[in-house]
């Protein structure tokens, strides 16, 4: 079994930048589908972004154009650079891998309760805080 730890979350003035990293240990990572969500001040988790192991990738529309994913597998890592962000991305961002039923792209994941999060992903990660202030 996994484990998934998320860093780089601060607190930060809109508009400016952070990188976050989700380093796993435990697994091979290469061939593992990976994404972050994000719990707002609800019980939801929507997801962000993803990568899969040949490097596509996915974004939110509301994060198009400001965050990039990537990955190195030789460091088990992926990062996500969050740039000109904004006060709504205000959140806690949780890393997951390979969802247990079905795959990244299914609707059903795009929003999750983040209860129950835990059990829908090979792994899932303890969040790290992200603030941004105006």
């Known amino acids: 079994e996994g484990h998934l730890a998320e860093s780089g979350g601060g607190s930060v003035q809109a508009g400016g930048s952070l990188r976050l990293s989700c380093t796993a240990s435990?697994?091979?990572?290469?061939?593992?589908?990976v994404g972050w969500y994000r719990q707002g001040p609800g019980n939801a988790c929507d997801l962000v972004s993803t990568i899969g192991p040949d490097g596509n990738t996915y974004y939110a529309d509301s994060v198009k154009g400001r965050f990039t994913i990537s990955r190195d597998n030789a460091k088990n890592t992926v990062y996500l650079q969050m740039n000109s962000l904004e006060t709504d991305d205000t959140a806690v961002y949780y890393c997951?891998?390979?969802?247990?039923?079905?795959?990244?792209?299914?609707?059903?994941?795009?929003?999750?309760?983040?209860?129950?999060?835990?059990?829908?992903?090979?792994?899932w990660g303890q969040g790290t805080q992200v603030t941004v202030s105006s």
């Open positions: 435990g697994i091979i990572w290469e061939d593992s589908d």
């Open positions: 997951a891998d390979d969802p247990i039923y079905g795959d990244f792209s299914d609707t059903a994941l795009r929003t999750i309760a983040c209860k129950t999060a835990p059990t829908l992903f090979d792994n």
